[in-house]
């Protein structure tokens, strides 16, 4: 949406009236959500009510319907759970419950609901909506409605959220609260792993997940768990021979732990519940291992939210307000749900049949059918897990030979790639050799051979355990091409950052003077800035978002400690903005500079007042964030003496820089499993593409579709060849010349920012308030 568009949503829902509450089962990011939704709402002039204890207090009305404000959802961004409330409701179930709660909502004005639930809780919303105009007529006929008031509230418009940590709703990527539950999960398998490896024990851990294996599928896969139950896909009879089996063999390769996970809804063929008591009996029967059980219950829904989950509500609260906008009486009932890295609208029942179309499938024994009902996305999970999870020779050997390196910047995700990468290889019948210190390395003839279990325990680790260097080829052409020839070098896997790109490029540029350079190449993008051509996500961003995230919530607290102060945090980046925009989203921040972007000390200036006014409520901090390149003049330093000048005897000011405490970490569950997914693509790609270039004997690859960056554009898994993104890329800059996550900008300007409520223009305050709103959005 362009600044234009949003501009001309501003009191467009004049007149109208928004309710939103949480139902079912809690799920971090709904707090996000609310704040979009509220903040939304209010920015296009809309009333917007908060309804606590869902359902419930839908139906008991009194104190549980609120009015909200700009500065009711203010400080709950990083705050799991819902700070509005969730309960069970009976009473919503019966018609009585319904009739009390459309009373409640017309005695406000209130003909428009969002609701971010579960699908029984959208389900609920949906019958209430199909009802409205029939509870409308008993409520008249009862005289606890007149006409005109029935006529004036004749439809009610509803759109949903889906907030659910199990990610088992049907027609959205991602469900609210998902990855956060993962990050819980990962936290717990992390931590067990290490004690698991110092005594050699068998771990069993129990997840969430009654009807859907889904945090247990992309857990084992984050993992590399030994052993993974989940309720779609139930283990052949006579599994527990095999399991044993299996957890027997990785012990006598030289492992030193067992970990298995278990849906909890886990069964076998035919319907008998499997548990965690029982795997645990079984392997200490069987084979003697000192074997634990770890069940993690609500620690899943704990916590606070993922920087994930907090940019989707808020991508999902912004459009549920707008499809409210845009409802007419015939509008059905939708769900905002995620498709990619876009937020798009379904019709709600749809949804909710195919979902309930994928336990009738489980129910009926159609295990494969309800894997593929559950989505793409589940299906190539399930796929990459038995394809990884245990060594598997290739029924013949090829003669091709291919070499991993790092180059760059260390990112997280990095070893979790060359681990899925080394194992798909081996599986299709390659000989893999890694090198260490990339392009650099390789001149020096750095170069292994590696087999299965050399990368076992590699999915966890941060940075880069190959050891990465941002040394390009161009000056060191000759021995790359010397070492090439010497370890009949095939193919190229190169995973690294900007360096990774150009690397490859200069390495296809000089195919014409060397021969040995007419090999297959592929570049998997990794890199914090996220700044690199042919992909929208790099390995390595989410990891360094969720670290800048968490210190800046913990500087958000320290302001809220000493009042009246305002904190201007650095990020890393480069000149690419993407860290700074998406953290300061994730934070709630201020304001977010960035080159992309640019900004005049008029700007600056409206910042600071727009902060001076803010201490004036009762939000008395202020963050800041600042790309390390945003502007030549305009450093840190500049910042903070503008900010401390200008709010001298108003608020004070402090610093922060984040510094390479972006680099580090264990990767997050994302860039763990789209490090494995990336690395399995890569290497299929590469085994194809050797194939049609094999001929007579020999491998001969020059065209331009033969080195290329894989990556993820929109919703699929894309090559882009290197020669033809170089028109795409601002090198003197280093990064694409068009970033998608510019949009989010919009986002965060319309949700930093103290909007003022209805009350004002009624109030007569309309000519002050627009030009005093107007000139804080012309910074951010």
Known sequence: MATAELEKLRMSGAGKAIGVLTSGGDAQGMNAAVRAVTRMGIYVGAKVFLIYEGYEGLVEGGDNIK?????????????????????????????????????????????????????????????FRCEWAGLLDELVAAGRLSEEQAQRHAALSVVGMVGSIDNDFCGTDMTIGTDSALHRIM????????????????????????????????????????????????????????MCERLGE??????????????????????????????????????????????????????????????????????????????????????????????????????????????????????QEAIQLRGRSFEN??????????????????NFRLAILNVGAPAAGMNAAVRSAVRTAISQGH???????????????????????DVAGWLGRGGSILGTKRTLPKGHLEPIVDQLRAHSIQALLVIGGFEAYEGVLQLVEARGRYEELCIVMCVIPATISNNVPGTDFSLGCDTAVNAAMESCDRIKQSASGTKRRVFIVETMGG?????????????????????????????????????????????????????????????????YHLYSSEGRGVFDCRTNVLGHLQQGGAPTPFDRNY????????????????????????VFANTPESAC????????????????LKKDTDFEHRMPREQWWLNLRLLLKMLAHYHISMEHYVSGELEHVTRRTLSLDKGF
């Open 575 to 639: 000149y690419c903005g993407y860290l700074a925009t998406v953290t300061g989203l994730a934070v709630g921040a201020d304001a977010a500079y960035v080159y992309e972007d640019p900004f005049t000390i008029h700007d600056l200036e409206a910042n600071v007042e727009h902060m001076t006014e803010k201490m004036k409520t009762e939000i008395q901090r202020g963050l800041v964030l600042r790309n390390e390149k945003c502007h030549e003049h305009y450093t840190t330093d500049f910042l």
């Open 431 to 453: 000989s893999v050799c890694v090198v260490q210190d990339g392009f650099e390395g390789l001149a020096r003839g750095q170069v292994q051979e590696v087999g299965w279990p």
């Open 67 to 127: 009015p909200a404000t700009w500065l009711s959802v203010s400080n709950i961004i990083q705050l799991g759970g819902t700070v509005i409330g969730s309960a069970r409701c009976r009473a919503f179930t019966t018609r009585e419950g319904r009739l009390a709660a459309a009373l409640n909502l017309i005695q406000r004005g209130i003909t428009n609901l969002c609701v971010i639930g579960g699908d029984g809780s959208l389900t609920g919303a949906n019958i």
């Open 187 to 242: 936290e717990v398998i992390d931590a067990i792993t290490t004690t698991a490896q110092s005594h050699q024990r068998t771990f069993v851990l129990e997840v969430m997940g009654r009807h859907c294996g889904y945090l247990a599928l992309v857990s084992a896969l984050a993992s590399g768990a030994d052993w993974l139950f989940i309720p779609e896909a139930p283990p052949e009879d006579g599994w527990e021979d095999f």
């Open 709 to 724: 960056v894989i990556g993820l554009r929109k919703k699929a898994v894309a090559c882009s060849p290197v020669t033809e």
């Open 675 to 698: 490090g494995t997914k990336l690395g399995v693509k890569a290497m299929l790609w590469v085994s194809e593409q050797l194939r049609v270039v094999y001929r007579n004997g020999r």
């Open 250 to 367: 990785t012990r006598s390769r030289g492992s030193r732990l067992n970990i298995i996970i278990i849906a909890e809804g886990a069964v076998d063929r035919h319907g008998k519940p499997i548990s965690s008591r029982y795997v645990k009996d079984l392997v200490v029967q069987r084979l003697g291992f000192d074997t634990r059980v770890t069940v993690l219950g609500h620690v899943q829904r704990g916590g606070t939210p993922s920087a994930f989950d907090r940019i989707l509500s808020s991508k999902l609260g912004m459009e549920a307000v707008m499809a409210l906008l845009e409802a007419t009486p015939d509008t059905p009932a939708c769900v905002v749900s995620l498709s990619g890295n876009q937020s798009v609208r379904l019709p709600l029942m749809e949804c909710v049949q195919v979902t309930k179309e994928v336990q009738k499938a489980m129910d009926e024994k159609r295990f």
């Open 381 to 398: 999970n399930w796929n990459i897990y038995k394809m990884l999870a245990h060594q598997k020779e290739s029924r013949e050997k090829t």
